[in-house]
């Protein structure tokens, strides 16, 4: 089986994305599977250290830190809206070029419903791990290991009835 990681480290996002997914994805080499990574180029990205473990990176090209900025002016929110639809361009290339992925794992706060849908049509399932319940996402397992009580009404109408919940501190 062949699984993809969508996941970023950056000085302003940290290394805890990446973290969760390397200890996921040694856990199914173990198992005999295939793992490729999908990680952005920021300032403070861990990509060699996933390749130190033995992981192959497919790099998405880095952005400049106005692009990071957190200003909600129309022209920042324009400047997201442009650095989103390039990232779903550029990760579908990427995808496409693995040829066949059975599984993607996103774990990522900046993409959403728009990328997960355009990836359902390149990956046969997707997994994501979401620890905000904030929007509506598009996937077949949504994995939430907080502790948070009433974690499965934060979910009603953000994703599918058929979506698989793992929710809390078991996963």
Same mark, same amino acid.
């Given at each position: 089986?062949r699984?993809?990681?969508?996941?970023?480290?950056?000085?302003?996002?940290?290394?805890?994305?990446? @973290?969760r997914c390397?200890?996921? &994805?040694?856990?199914l080499? #173990?198992?005999?599977?295939?793992?490729v990574?999908?990680? #952005?180029?920021? $300032?403070?990205?861990?990509?060699e250290?996933?390749?130190?473990?033995?992981?192959?990176?497919? #790099?998405?090209?880095?952005?400049?830190?106005?692009?990071h $900025?957190?200003?909600?002016?129309?022209?920042?929110?324009?400047s997201?809206?442009?650095?989103?639809?390039?990232?779903?361009?550029?990760?579908?290339s990427?995808?496409?070029?693995?040829?066949?992925?059975?599984?993607?794992?996103?774990?990522?706060?900046?993409?959403? @419903?728009?990328?997960?849908? &355009? @990836? #359902?049509k390149?990956?046969?399932?997707i997994?994501?791990?979401?620890?905000? $319940?904030?929007e509506?996402?598009d996937? &077949?397992?949504?994995?939430?290991? &907080?502790?948070?009580?009433? @974690?499965?009404?934060?979910?009603?109408?953000?994703?599918?009835?058929?979506?698989?919940?793992?929710?809390?501190?078991?996963?």
């Open positions: 089986m699984v993809a990681f969508r996941t970023d480290a950056s000085h302003r996002i940290g290394g805890g994305h990446v @973290m390397s200890n996921l &994805a040694d856990c080499v #173990r198992h005999g599977h295939d793992v990574f999908l990680c #952005r180029q920021s $300032a403070g990205h861990l990509c250290y996933l390749e130190g473990r033995g992981f192959l990176v497919r #790099r998405l090209a880095g952005h400049s830190s106005q692009e $900025a957190g200003a909600d002016s129309a022209s920042n929110i324009l997201r809206t442009v650095l989103a639809d390039a990232e779903l361009d550029e990760s579908l990427l995808v496409k070029s693995l040829g066949s992925v059975d599984w993607l794992v996103v774990d990522h706060y900046d993409i959403g @419903m728009k990328w997960e849908s &355009a @990836m #359902r390149q990956c046969r399932r997994l994501v791990f979401d620890d905000k $319940a904030n509506d996402h996937y &077949a397992i949504l994995l939430n290991p &907080a502790h948070c009580t009433g @974690m499965e009404e934060k979910y009603t109408g953000l994703v599918a009835a058929t979506t698989t919940k793992l929710l809390g501190v078991d996963f």
